[in-house]
């Protein structure tokens, strides 16, 4: 079992900057992918990034690619979202979570965290 916990939402103006944290209990985290997904109101929770188990490999949606880094500190049982250059499309609720295998569909994920919000305006 796994617990995920986000955080390190807010308000930011359009250009701006924010990191997301996505904190895990559990012995086991260190052997899980971790995906950061988002939803805004009236549309589908959609993938926005993802990261292996060790690090190793990263994907990302088209539309954050250059603007948003995922990392993880396995010592820490915690992964990051750097988001950067933000546009008011980015508003949305931002949920991490967690399985055994790197995925961008929210079937593969197991384990969600509650999200956090994220308002960028412009």
């Known amino acids: 079992q796994v617990q995920l916990v986000e955080s390190g939402g807010g308000l930011v103006q359009a250009g701006g900057s924010l990191r997301l944290s996505c904190a895990a209990s559990?012995?086991?985290?260190?052997?899980?992918?971790v995906g950061w997904f988002r939803q805004a109101p009236g549309k589908e929770r959609e993938f926005v990034a993802a990261i292996s188990w060790n690090g190793g490999s990263t994907r990302y949606t088209n539309s954050v690619k250059g603007r948003f880094t995922i990392s993880r500190d396995n010592a820490k049982n915690t992964v990051y979202l750097q988001m950067n250059s933000l546009k008011p499309e980015d508003t949305a609720v931002y949920l991490c979570?967690?399985?055994?295998?790197?995925?961008?569909?929210?079937?593969?994920?197991?384990?969600w965290g509650q999200g956090t919000q994220v308002t960028v305006s412009s």
């Open positions: 559990g012995r086991t985290f260190s052997s899980y992918a």
């Open positions: 979570a967690a399985d055994s295998f790197l995925g961008a569909t929210v079937n593969m994920y197991s384990y």
